[in-house]
């Protein structure tokens, strides 16, 4: 299967400390895959060089087979897009110049937005299910409410590839469920790829194909996620014994403390 993102020998580090350390995968298209591991393993470094945030060591990442760093800035920004864990600063945006504000990539310099532009908003937003509060100001909504707009705005770029950054953290339970489920979908019926860090094993197991186990800025293990859940694995990661349920119709099992 084609590669939609790959990852070369990837070493990053800030100062004398090593974060990543010769780091190298594949994501395949229409893949969803996840990114977990215990807290400084990486897992966030790693997703901004994935999307030209950070530039690594020594490495390279490549779109398709090509080179993301030797690619117009606006090219990968039309093909990859983020969602970051860091929520908004809150400014007087509306949710619709916000969503509208992940069209930049299409806009040349000095014009305006074009009715295009405008109508592949208002689909993005109808899509991640915010065009109800299309009107309605950042600083009014609550977190989950944000998190679609986000998302909304990734998806006006049109990418190929979505980066997700802890998508769920300091969500309830129900706003947790309705963006799994949104990028759920995305996945399956519109044929994005997906790539999710997490720091929740049990989201990750449930909804990711693929998991790629960080320690220690490297890869412990990449594979199916049935094959990366196992007690053994997780202890090495961990450092804790953990039980482990299968629960009917899940080929992943659920880890239990």
């Known amino acids: 299967m084609t590669a939609a993102l790959?990852?070369?020998?990837?070493i990053f580090g800030y100062g004398e400390k090593k974060v990543l350390k010769n780091v190298s995968f594949s994501v395949a298209e229409k893949d969803f895959t996840g990114i977990i591991g215990p807290n400084g393993s990486g897992k966030s470094t790693l997703l901004k060089?994935?999307?030209?945030?950070?530039?690594?060591?020594?490495?390279?990442?490549l779109f398709?087979?090509?080179?993301?760093?030797?690619?117009?800035?606006?090219?990968?920004?039309?093909?990859?897009?983020?969602?970051?864990?860091?929520?908004?600063?809150?400014?007087s945006f509306t949710?619709?110049?916000?969503?509208?504000?992940?069209?930049?990539?299409?806009?040349?310099?000095?014009s305006w937005e074009s009715r295009e532009d405008i109508s592949i908003a208002e689909s993005a937003m109808k899509l991640a299910d915010v065009k109800h509060l299309r009107d309605r100001n950042l600083d009014e909504l609550s977190g989950g409410e944000r998190q679609r707009v986000l998302i909304a705005r990734a998806l006006?770029?049109?990418?190929k590839v979505l980066l997700l950054d802890e998508p769920t953290s300091h969500l309830d339970i129900n706003h947790q469920f309705d963006i799994l489920e949104l990028i759920r979908k995305l996945n399956?019926?519109?044929?994005?790829?997906?790539l999710m860090v997490s720091h929740d094993i049990n989201i990750a197991a449930k909804y990711c194909k693929e998991l790629i186990m960080l320690k220690n800025g490297q890869i412990f293990k990449h594979g199916p996620s049935y094959e990366v859940i196992t007690k053994e694995i997780i202890k090495q990661?961990?450092?804790?014994?953990?039980?482990?349920v299968t629960f009917p119709g899940a080929k992943t099992p659920a880890v239990l403390i």
């Open 6 to 10: 790959e990852a070369k020998n990837i």
């Open 49 to 61: 060089i994935l999307s030209r945030s950070l530039r690594p060591g020594s490495g390279s990442v």
């Open 64 to 91: 398709k087979g090509e080179d993301i760093f030797k690619l117009d800035t606006k090219l990968v920004a039309s093909k990859i897009a983020i969602v970051p864990q860091e929520e908004l600063s809150i400014f």
């Open 95 to 110: 949710v619709f110049e916000t969503v509208l504000m992940g069209r930049a990539p299409y806009i040349s310099r000095f």
């Open 156 to 159: 006006a770029q049109m990418p």
């Open 188 to 194: 399956e019926n519109a044929g994005i790829t997906v």
């Open 237 to 244: 990661v961990y450092g804790v014994d953990v039980r482990l």
